[in-house]
């Protein structure tokens, strides 16, 4: 069987998207430059299914993009839960919106646009879990940002640290997003504050819980 059609196969097994996140993916592969970088369906659900098995009542999401891992996890919360959800591009604020204020669970968002270094230390909020998908250069800058804002126990998911499998091979110097991909891998192995496992899920993630 080929690759494309266990994939066929995985979506037609699982959950469906439904229809105000299938439109949204429609409208990011019509309409938006680089669509790939949406969370997408597989992705999507899993990261609803998490945050149904770990309930967290707090959840920062660095990278909004489309909003589309937003609704997901927005789907799998409480209703007294948020998510504080980070976008440094402007631009995509009216297409976040206008998906976001269709959503049975819009209450359940804050869209904060800007950059994440400043934004989170004036949060003032401990997380349950955190979801970085944003610059890969500065993914390890995140990390030691937001560590000391998640709880004991708490969650951190990091997406794409894979890289289209440039990972495991040495990067042009130029390369500063491989660079950054590579560097925050070593530093997770490193990390003993955590316990850590990558998924080979679409691009990759990781997931680490803290101590």
């Known amino acids: ?3 494309d059609e266990l994939d066929d196969y995985i979506l037609s097994h699982i959950d469906e998207e439904g229809s105000l996140l299938s439109e949204l993916n429609r409208d990011a592969h019509v309409n938006l430059l680089r669509p790939r970088m949406l969370s997408g369906h597989l992705q999507g659900r899993i990261l609803k299914m998490l945050c149904r098995m770990i309930r967290p009542k707090r959840i920062l999401e660095i990278g909004t ?3 589309y891992a937003t ?4 789907e799998g919360i409480d209703n007294d839960a948020r998510i504080y959800s980070i976008e440094i591009n ?3 604020e009216d297409f976040i919106m206008k ?3 269709k959503s049975p669970d819009k209450e359940k968002v804050k869209v904060f646009f800007g950059d994440a270094m400043d934004i989170i ?3 003032n909020e401990t997380f349950d879990m955190v979801f970085i998908d944003a610059d890969k250069r500065l993914y390890a800058e995140y990390y030691d940002l937001v560590f000391p804002y998640v709880r004991k126990g708490g ?3 990091a997406d794409n640290i894979l890289w289209d499998g440039k990972v495991t091979d040495p990067p042009q110097p130029s390369d500063k997003q491989t660079i950054g991909i590579i ?3 070593e530093k997770i192995k490193r990390d003993s504050r955590i316990e850590k496992v990558i998924l080979p899920l679409r691009d990759g993630l990781t997931i680490m819980w803290k101590k």
């Open 90 to 92: 402007d631009e995509m």
């Open 99 to 101: 998906y976001l204020s």
């Open 155 to 157: 969650i951190i998911l």
């Open 65 to 67: 993009y489309t909003g």
């Open 121 to 123: 230390p004036m949060l």
């Open 1 to 3: 069987m080929k690759l």
């Open 183 to 185: 560097n925050f891998n």
């Open 71 to 74: 609704l997901c996890m927005a």
